[in-house]
């Protein structure tokens, strides 16, 4: 009779922490973002906020959190009280990058719950206007033929612009000189003013400039052409297609976040992406939307820390 009491004493716990988030949510949910206002990954936290927060019928709030290299949204997200009403923007950098390059980390990138991935944008390598290379196969011959004498502007030492330019070196065999700044923006504009000859950024952010004719775009970094640039090649186009790095991003909740809690978030985050309004606004502007399960991220996720750790060790590249 004692073991059967505790068994309903114990079923009758489950049944209430149950129907105790069976109305989630109640009210607002804030999204924590770990770049600033107006960049990339701000605008599409913004607009699948606004899709997520209309399927729930919640409002999601975005607090903007940027900052060593991510880490500070991070460590707040991730000591945040795991109810679902913080989710966390996690990118390439928070969520791969970081635990490579840094011995210590104030949040554990693998105890986030994973929500599913949201997006991402493939990075495209452009060159100044000045620069003699019309196309990679240019590019590449006139690198080699002036070993040390190009140099890389990147959002500054282990930004996912800077891996891209050792991954570049790698796989292209060149020697070129990095050159980092405070941010992506600034290395872009040297770009554009020519004390830097070559950048690579997210397809948002080189591409105006390629329209201006102020930037010369090479390859896509990705195994396909882009809608929003289609005259520009793809990786695989040009013989390097190992030559693939993306602005990707996903969703997480706090570790120990219910599951029922985890599937509400899943679940309308998924209805958000199916949404053919917004991925077309989204490709316009060179980002593409990523449906998916949390056990789908658990295999991409493996395949980035391979493919990261592999350039982080060759290129030596430590933080601390």
């Not at 709030?61 to 991510?70: D, F, L, M, Q, S």
């Not at 009403?85 to 990138?109: C, E, H, R, W």
């Not at 775009?217 to 882009?226: G, I, W």
């Amino acid at each position: 009779m004692k073991v059967w009491g505790r068994l309903a004493a114990l079923t009758l716990a489950a049944g209430m922490a149950s129907s105790a988030y069976a109305a989630f949510p109640e009210r607002p949910i804030r999204l924590v973002v770990p770049f600033g206002a107006g960049g990339i990954t701000d605008i599409v936290a913004r607009q699948v906020g606004k899709g997520m927060g209309d399927a729930l019928g919640q409002g999601i709030v975005i607090e903007n959190r940027p900052g060593a290299g991510g880490v500070i949204a991070a460590q707040m997200a991730a000591t945040a009280p795991a109810d679902g009403y913080t989710i966390f923007m996690g990118t390439v950098g928070t969520q791969v990058v970081n635990p490579l390059i840094y011995s210590k980390l104030s949040y554990d990138a693998d105890k986030f719950a994973p929500v599913g991935m949201v997006s991402g944008s493939p990075y495209v390598l452009a060159v100044r206007a000045g620069l003699p290379a019309a196309s990679f196969s240019e590019f590449v011959a006139y690198a080699k033929a002036n070993p040390a004498r190009l140099n890389f502007g990147s959002a500054g030492n282990a930004s996912s612009p800077h891996l891209g330019l050792e991954l570049l070196k790698l796989t292209a065999g060149l020697d070129i000189v990095h050159v980092p700044f405070k941010s992506g923006s600034e290395a872009v504009n040297a770009a554009i003013g020519e004390q830097v000859d070559v950048v690579m950024d997210a397809s948002p952010v080189i591409m105006p400039h390629v329209a201006s004719g102020k930037l010369r775009a090479l390859v896509v970094a990705a195994d396909k052409r882009l809608p929003s640039a289609p005259a520009v090649p793809a990786s695989p186009e040009v013989g390097d297609a190992q030559l693939q790095i993306s602005s990707w991003n996903a969703f997480f909740a706090p570790a120990g976040t219910p599951p029922e809690v985890l599937a509400a978030l899943s679940a309308a985050l998924q209805k958000t992406l199916a949404s053919a309004a917004l991925k077309e606004r989204l490709a316009a502007q060179g980002t593409q939307l990523y449906t998916g399960t949390p056990d789908e991220y658990q295999r991409f996720i493996a395949a980035e820390k391979a493919k990261w750790a592999q350039i982080v060790k060759r290129a030596n590249i430590k933080m601390d």
